[in-house]
């Protein structure tokens, strides 16, 4: 089992940037898949990116790719979010999740662990 616990969300203006972290428990991070997804009010949870779980295969949503970057660093059982050019509609609550899989899924419901998520705000 794995506990996830996000951070570093908050408020940006447009075109500015964040770097989310997700860091997690136990001792066998490097066998989970890692994952972050979005939701915002009233819409569906929506996946953002993910990454294998030795980092060399990544897949990010078109609507990301281009501005968002998904790294993992395995000592300290962390996965972070680099969120670059962030738009209005990149506000929501972000996700990580992870899933112990030998390829990288996009679809939430294969995840199996979810920390709490952290807000992200941009301003116009």
């Known amino acids: 089992q794995v506990q996830l616990v996000e951070s570093g969300g908050g408020l940006v203006q447009a075109a500015g940037s964040l770097r989310l972290s997700c860091a997690a428990s136990?001792?066998?991070?490097?066998?989970?898949?890692m994952g972050w997804f979005r939701q915002a009010p009233g819409k569906e949870r929506e996946f953002v990116a993910a990454?294998?779980?030795?980092?060399?295969?990544?897949s990010y949503a078109d609507s990301v790719k281009g501005r968002f970057t998904i790294s993992r660093d395995n000592a300290k059982n962390t996965v972070y979010l680099q969120m670059n050019s962030l738009k209005p509609e990149d506000t929501a609550v972000y996700y990580c999740?992870?899933?112990?899989?030998?390829?990288?899924?996009?679809?939430?419901?294969?995840?199996?662990?979810w920390g709490q998520g952290t807000q992200v705000t941009v301003s116009s």
């Open positions: 999740a992870a899933v112990s899989r030998d390829f990288v899924p996009t679809t939430p419901t294969l995840y199996n662990y």
């Open positions: 990454i294998s779980r030795r980092g060399g295969s990544t």
């Open positions: 136990g001792r066998t991070f490097s066998s989970y898949v």
